[in-house]
């Protein structure tokens, strides 16, 4: 079957750090693009990040640049995202979603991990 | 940055009422590099159309997809009771970001 899941999740104090992870199963990771997608409570989705197979092409969202870093291991079949100077605005839950290869839409989707940014 | 503008925000309709969603660009919106995802409550979005037009695996025929450049549209033909929830449009060229639309959230009259 193929699947995603988000883990490392919490709460966590402003300026602080989380590190997320999400596990593939199910097909060939080194394949594809992937991405990180957040929402907020009640609000709607946000894209956050992009790392394409190798590694060689990586995006950002402007409202995490500088502060999110994502990354992948291959041989582990995991995708990361280093997140850093955490603010209460990115209270959200993270998806991490595959991009598929023929058409790019994100076609496969964790559950999600919810992180919580407060006092 | 492309911005995606969905209307109407809130839709509401009967069981085997037909849906239609906007989702309009600020900008072209490159290859029909346009996607719409169905989310329901305490659920991940799933994808039901990419390139503008073909509905992703599993997808029932009822929805459909249409549009180009700047005007979108997600037609579902006859509600389903399971079809209500929140639909986003999506613009995923190779440039970022990979926007998303607000959202329209099609609920039970």
């Known amino acids: 079957e193929v699947q995603l899941v988000e883990s490392g999740g919490g709460l966590v104090k402003p300026g602080g750090s989380l590190r997320l992870s999400c596990a593939a199963s199910g097909f060939t990771f080194s394949s594809y693009s992937m991405n990180w997608v957040r929402q907020a409570p009640g609000k709607g989705l946000e894209w956050v990040s992009s790392?394409?197979?190798?590694?060689?092409?990586?995006y950002y969202a402007d409202s995490v640049k500088g502060r999110f870093t994502i990354s992948r291991d291959n041989a582990k079949n995991s995708l990361y995202l280093q997140m850093n100077s955490l603010r209460a605005e990115d209270t959200a839950v993270y998806y991490c979603?595959?991009?598929?290869?023929?058409?790019?839409?994100?076609?496969?989707w964790g559950q999600g991990t919810m992180v919580t940014v407060s006092s | 940055e492309i911005v995606l503008t969905q209307s109407p925000g809130t839709l509401s309709l009967s069981p085997g009422e037909r849906a239609t969603l906007s989702c309009r660009a600020s900008?072209?919106?490159?290859?029909?590099?346009l996607a719409w995802y169905q989310q329901k409550p305490g659920q991940a979005p799933r994808l039901l159309i990419y390139g503008a037009s073909s509905r992703a695996t599993g997808i029932p025929d009822r929805f459909s997809g249409s549009g180009s450049g700047t005007d979108f549209t997600l037609t579902i033909s006859r509600l389903e009771p399971e079809d209500f929830a929140v639909y986003y449009c999506q613009q995923y060229g190779s440039s970022p970001p990979k926007t998303f639309g607000q959202g329209t959230k099609v609920e039970i009259k």
């Open positions: 900008q072209s919106v490159s290859s029909s590099y």
């Open positions: 979603a595959r991009a598929n290869g023929d058409y790019d839409a994100f076609d496969i």
């Open positions: 790392i394409s197979s190798s590694s060689s092409y990586i």
